[in-house]
């Protein structure tokens, strides 16, 4: 399940360098018929392409390349569809929608069977789904006449897009090539190791919600030291939460675990624990990348992400096939700390705070969090 969710995500990765988070941009200064035309044939293209990769390099299932092909084709004109409701500003419509595909392919699952089988017609049944609902929410915002020159309008979401997508393609491959070195060594005990990995992300859910608030309060303040205030209290507020539900995670007993996922899964909870460090810095960094994806500067989110990629790259297969498992979960802990510590140090080096300032707690949780009408 992992590998064909890990070959989704890539497919929808090169299509998002246009269908992703660029078209919430240009939603409301262009055409959306011709975004549409522009995006969804892009995403044709790089599903091909992307497609290509992963049969030749036999990145998922050989038995299950074809449907991975197709998932992850629906799954990029549905990001494109709900890229499109972000930028119209429907917020409703854009949670419905994640909504019924998330909530659609749990249901469908369980009532189905737990199989990969059933776990892939899932994904099939409830994307599809979800990608018809959104069409017909999209195509309210389609008009007949389009004024716009495609070419142009094409050069500039490529060029928006390269800038945004590149980094989070590089923090893509930084999370998820361990996986492949797994694979490849190990075999099927990258299940043991996916388990792991879902439990410790689950931690990011709330600095993933902190960061969306904070973005969105970043881009409609003008005062820029007022910004960089916000940043660094937001920072705080996700090493603070983070750091209580991972103790809280740890705490749990191992046979807990084994009671969920089965008793194969036994020493997931080690794993967890080697990438206890990533998964707080990540939490941190999230922060450092929305302050600066809100002031326009992409690169240095690229540069971050780099260097961990660099540390995965090239001493991931050793750690695996010195350490297994553990050795996953560190040099994925070291990885992240060194993407969270080039951001950090950028940071605070543009900022012109103190590492003082971090430990210091003076945060104004009224100014932090969004007030009731929104």
Request: proline fraction near 2%.
């Amino acid at each position: 399940m992992g590998l064909i969710v890990l070959g989704i995500s890539f497919i929808v990765m090169i299509s998002n360098i246009v269908g992703g988070a660029t078209l919430v941009y240009a939603v409301p200064r262009y055409s959306v018929k011709t975004i549409l035309i522009i995006s969804y044939t892009w995403a044709i293209v790089s599903t091909f392409i992307m497609g290509g990769v992963l049969f030749f390099l036999e990145l998922v299932p050989t038995h299950f390349i074809w449907w991975t092909i197709t998932l992850g084709f629906i799954e990029c004109l549905f990001t494109i569809n709900n890229q499109v409701l972000m930028g119209k500003k429907e917020i409703k419509n854009y949670n419905t929608s994640r909504l019924i595909q998330k909530l659609g392919l749990l249901i469908l699952f369980i009532s189905l069977g737990i199989t990969l089988e059933n776990y892939v017609l899932s994904i099939l049944i409830s994307s599809s789904v979800a990608y018809i609902y959104s069409s017909v929410l999209v195509s309210k915002h389609i008009k007949a006449a389009t004024k716009e020159n495609i070419l142009p309008l094409t050069k500039k979401l490529f060029g928006y897009g390269l800038q945004d997508q590149s980094s989070n393609i590089v923090q893509l491959l930084n999370y998820r090539l361990v996986y492949i070195f797994i694979e490849k060594s190990m075999g099927e005990v990258l299940g043991i190791y996916i388990v792991a990995v879902q439990l410790a992300e689950s931690l990011w859910i709330p600095s993933k919600a902190l960061a969306t608030i904070q973005y969105s309060t970043l881009v409609n303040e003008t005062n820029k030291r007022v910004q960089q205030k916000l940043s660094l209290d937001f920072l705080k507020l996700s090493f603070i939460i983070t750091l209580l539900f991972l103790t809280i995670l740890l705490l749990i007993p191992e046979s807990f675990i084994g009671d969920i996922f089965g008793k194969d899964f036994t020493g997931s909870k080690e794993i967890v624990f080697t990438l206890s460090i990533g998964i707080i810095s990540i939490a941190c960094y999230s922060m450092f990348n929305h302050y600066f994806s809100s002031i326009g500067i992409f690169r240095y989110n690229l540069y971050a992400s780099l260097a961990g990629f660099v540390i995965v790259a090239s001493l991931g297969w050793w750690f695996i096939d010195s350490y297994q498992l553990v050795g996953a979960g560190i040099i994925s802990s070291i990885a992240y700390l060194t993407t969270t510590l080039v951001m950090g140090w950028l940071f605070f080096r543009k900022t012109e705070f103190k590492l003082l300032d971090f430990v210091t707690w003076n945060i104004n949780l009224k100014k932090l969090l969004p007030n009731k009408k929104h």
